[in-house]
């Protein structure tokens, strides 16, 4: 019977040593200042008058935006996304 007093109370003083623990660690968290989130601010891109955007395309740090041009014809442009500067235009053709 004594034994089982002991465990009893070993067990109850891990119980709250695990609890206590789960606390501290709870706070602690909560109170670590996070790093302000700056807003995304990209140059303006301008579209020729007239123009559409048909797609848009997202790879690993590309943007790819198709463009229907008021003549019918298209464009790709290319925008990097992590400076959102226009990288290149690619004129698209319909084979004859």
């Known amino acids: 019977m004594r034994g089982l007093k ?3 109370v070993v067990m109850g003083v891990m119980l709250v040593a695990g609890i206590a ?9 909560v109170s670590q200042t996070r790093p302000a989130v700056t807003p995304f ?8 008058a007239g123009a559409r955007i048909e797609t ?6 590309r943007l790819v935006v198709d463009i229907v ?4 014809s298209r464009q790709l442009l290319v925008i990097d996304l992590a ?13 004859p």
């Open 6 to 8: 002991t465990l009893v």
């Open 21 to 29: 623990i789960l606390v501290i660690a709870i706070a602690t968290r």
């Open 41 to 48: 601010a990209a140059p303006l891109l301008d579209l020729p």
């Open 56 to 61: 848009i395309g997202v790879g690993s740090d």
């Open 69 to 72: 041009l008021p003549d019918g």
């Open 83 to 95: 400076t959102g500067r226009r990288l290149g235009v690619i004129p698209l053709h319909a084979a």
